[in-house]
């Protein structure tokens, strides 16, 4: 396949993500609202250039008051710096339809590189006659390392959200003319 630019179709694809809470329970949540630019041969990614922007007001924990505390200067301060970015830098091959995809994660106006493992989960032809390609991708962030340190001390030990945030994005994209 020759490399192609591909449009995300957010009906079918999804950010979502988890993190600790009170140390005994996970909190997920998910972005209702990004975009993204992929310019890649679909069934070698290695060549590809992927950039994501998510609009952080978009974030949806199923609870209004958190969800508005999240968007306040104490977390992702949505006033100042209203979107995460991600840039790839580098994508490399692991195995058959595995891709180690590494680049610069913005979020808070501190960037910093991260890595995601991306699966190639097949292409198809909807009803319509449109190419599309189906990826899934994880990985995972420390808060701390983009400014992300608000929390507050447990009675009982320990503090009332963890550190590390899972990310797990399911992307669904139709090949541009």
């Not at 140390?23 to 993204?36: C, L």
């Amino acid at each position: 396949m020759a490399k192609s630019k591909w449009a995300v179709d957010a009906s079918h694809s999804s950010i979502d993500f988890s993190v600790r809470h009170m140390m005994i329970a996970k909190v997920k949540g998910t972005f209702h609202s990004f975009e993204a630019q992929i310019e890649a041969d679909a069934e070698d990614l290695t060549s590809a250039n992927i950039a994501f922007q998510v609009d952080l007001s978009s974030i949806d924990t199923r609870n209004t008051d958190r969800d508005a505390h999240l968007r306040s200067a104490d977390f992702f301060d949505c006033e100042q710096h209203p979107t995460m970015a991600f840039q790839s830098t580098q994508v490399t091959k692991t195995s058959d339809g595995e891709y180690a995809v590494t680049g610069d994660l913005t979020i808070r106006g501190v960037t910093k590189p991260e890595t995601f493992e991306v699966t190639y989960e097949g292409a198809s032809k909807d009803p319509w006659g449109n190419e599309k390609v189906g990826f899934s991708a994880a990985g995972s962030i420390k808060r701390a390392d983009f400014g992300l340190t608000y929390n507050a001390v447990l009675e009982t030990g320990g503090v009332l959200i963890g550190d590390e945030v899972k990310i797990s994005i399911e992307i669904e994209a139709v090949k541009q003319p």
